[in-house]
């Protein structure tokens, strides 16, 4: 399991010195590697001396060097382990112990953990469990404090509500690592006493705080980098990464948006060279692409197979990752390093054969050598959706007359207001026959009501999909056309206590449980990854998609609210960019 606590032993270091000199044996020696070196770029024939968890050596093969175990690596690359810079381990739908089990054995040892989903459903019970199941992991995860919890106060609520006194509070144990990403970007250039408080408390504890800039241009990015945020994924185009390069962010260049990769390749191999400031991450990654493509070792590999120089892909993924950490120790297998490195069979595909984890052996042939142990679950993580039960009533909007003029949400990913005149039937709305109906319920015991819109421009629907996935809030969301598939799927999750259902023609077609905080699975990986594969599949029968941005993925970030543009959260229609809060949809006016 990792641990750093003694990298600074005197006794460990007087040992590597005496094995790095030909004085004792090496405890392990790592020897017949090819190393990629993180530092020049160029490919040299070397032997790993290992003391503990320090990399003592790093030396041209001598067969004369002893050590108490030695291990040939047969030509092998060897690489330093990943970081991955910024992620969520809850969107992947499985425990900490399960994703560890995933990503380590493909090279990855080293994560930065933003809980803020947990954090969102569970408070600091959240965060709490968040820190106890990092630990004792081969995986070094390194929680940070979430600093959007909600992520727009005021225009959602959710199961949990941190100031900046609670940041300071998290900021202040040694098992967390930073203030994770900022998204009320705008609260804070606009000067909001919370945000800036929450900025000031990362600022007073000397870690990091990380940024989430989508949509800043201009003096407004300018001014977001001023505030003291240093890192930001949110990237939408070619611009956008060098407009951040320019303005002195660390960049973490995410594989969750496939499509961009292309054009971020292009625009750093334009620049000549790679900036010191790029690193990746992989923030958002699905069960069945986790267990099909892994984690950041697909980044890597994407960035590859779009001409980035692997040297380049490999720097961005360790050494240029520790620099901008602030983890000298990590990135390099160079003498004084903590010994965290994969070894691969193949360097354009990132396929990992043998990964060391502060000095041991932790996986080999595309496993963990001693799988981790899951913790136990508190009811206040299991127990969070507290609903009454739906009916269809829930999923119809009441106004009188014949007809009504009724505020809309046009397009996903990228919304706008709308407007449009509908009939009126027995007291409800009828739902024109080219739009679909969304919900959104507080599943925190608000007893607050059902908010539901009515969405332009989201396909054509012949069935319904509930969730408690739902970005940031994490609220019980429903999509579809019939108010009776809605219910029936959103029962479905109630009764299941969080997690994602299909309705069609009057039954439950497809669901998968997901217990912990609505989040999380206690499942294997390969269980989940097949449960969640075959309900997209499902859904993918009932739903005409227009990709990029109409698709299934767009469901789970429908209702962030932090981002630009109209959205549906349990307050109701709301524009946090504009200031707006529309209770009902039932207009009076159009929106301009």
């Known amino acids: 399991m990792t641990t750093d606590a003694n990298l600074n032993d005197p006794m460990l270091r007087a040992n590597a010195v005496k ?22 770029g160029r490919e040299r024939p070397a032997d790993i001396g290992i003391v503990d ?28 382990g990943f970081i991955d810079t910024h992620l969520h381990v809850e969107s992947s739908m499985v425990t900490p112990a399960e994703y560890a089990r995933t990503v380590v054995p493909r090279g990855v040892t080293t994560a930065f953990w933003d809980p803020h989903e947990l954090a969102n459903v569970a408070g600091m019970e959240g965060v709490d469990y968040a820190c106890c199941a990092a630990k004792g992991l081969p995986l070094r995860l390194l929680p940070l404090a979430p600093t959007c919890v909600p992520s727009a106060p005021g225009f959602e609520t959710s199961g949990g509500d941190f100031g900046p006194g609670q940041i300071a509070k998290l900021l202040a144990r040694d098992d967390v690592h930073g203030a994770a990403e900022l998204m009320t970007m705008h609260q804070l250039l606009d000067g909001d006493r919370r945000v800036q408080g929450i900025v000031a408390a990362g600022l007073a504890s000397g870690k990091r705080v990380c940024g989430h800039g989508r949509g800043l241009v201009g003096g407004d990015l300018a001014a977001y980098a001023a505030a003291g ?33 292309p054009e971020f390749a292009k625009a750093l191999i334009a620049l000549g060279h790679l900036p010191q400031t790029v690193t990746l991450c992989t923030d958002d990654v699905f069960p069945d692409d986790l267990f099909a493509k892994g984690g950041l070792n697909h980044v890597i590999r994407m960035l590859i197979a779009n001409d980035i120089p692997p040297a380049w892909a490999y720097r961005a993924a360790t050494l240029n990752a520790a620099s901008r950490v602030g983890r000298p120790d990590l990135g390099l297998v160079a003498p004084g390093k903590i010994a965290d490195f994969v070894l691969l069979s193949d360097l354009r595909d990132v396929s990992a054969t043998q990964v060391f984890a502060s000095g041991q052996l932790v996986a080999q042939a595309n496993a963990l050598l001693e799988p981790p142990q899951d913790i136990s679950v508190s009811p206040t993580i299991s127990n969070t959706v507290q609903t009454q039960e739906f009916s ?25 207001w709308g407007t449009r005149d509908v009939e009126v039937k027995n007291g409800n709305l009828l739902l024109p026959d080219d739009m679909i109906r969304m ?8 007893g607050t009501p059902t908010r539901v819109a009515f969405l332009e421009n989201w396909g054509t629907w012949r069935g319904a999909f509930a969730t408690t996935v739902s970005h940031d809030s994490h609220n ?11 219910t029936l799927a959103a029962n479905a999750v109630r009764n299941m206590q969080g997690g994602l259902a299909v309705a069609a023609a009057g039954k439950v077609v497809a669901k998968l449980p997901l217990p912990i905080a609505g989040l999380i699975s206690q499942k294997p990986l390969e269980d989940v990854a097949k449960e969640f ?7 993918d029968t009932l739903v005409d998609w227009q990709p ?40 009076t006016e159009a929106i301009e």
């Open 19 to 40: 094995a790095a000199r030909g004085l004792q044996p090496f405890d392990m020696l790592v020897r017949n590697t090819m190393m990629l070196d993180m530092v020049t």
């Open 439 to 446: 919900a959104v319920c507080n599943r925190y015991g608000r």
């Open 533 to 539: 594969a075959d309900l997209r599949s499902k859904l």
């Open 476 to 486: 019980l969301t429903v999509f579809g056309r019939d108010p009776e598939d809605m």
């Open 548 to 587: 990029p941005y109409l698709v299934f993925k767009a469901l789970f970030g429908a209702s962030l609210v932090c981002n630009a543009g109209p959205r549906l959260s349990d307050v109701g229609l709301v524009d946090v960019f504009d200031n707006r809060i529309l209770e009902s949809c039932v207009a």
């Open 229 to 261: 945020v240093e890192t930001d994924h949110e990237l939408t185009s070619a611009a956008d990464l060098i407009a951040r390069l320019e303005t002195g962010l660390t960049i973490e260049l995410r594989g969750s948006h496939e499509h961009l990769i």
């Open 53 to 80: 968890s320090l990399i003592a050596s790093v030396h041209a093969p001598d067969p004369t060097r002893d050590a108490i175990e030695q291990l040939d690596a047969a030509g092998a690359y060897i690489v330093p």
């Open 392 to 416: 269809a009533a829930d999923f119809n909007i009441h106004a009188i007359g014949g007809s009504a003029r009724i505020t809309t949400l046009s397009k996903p990913r990228f919304p706008e």
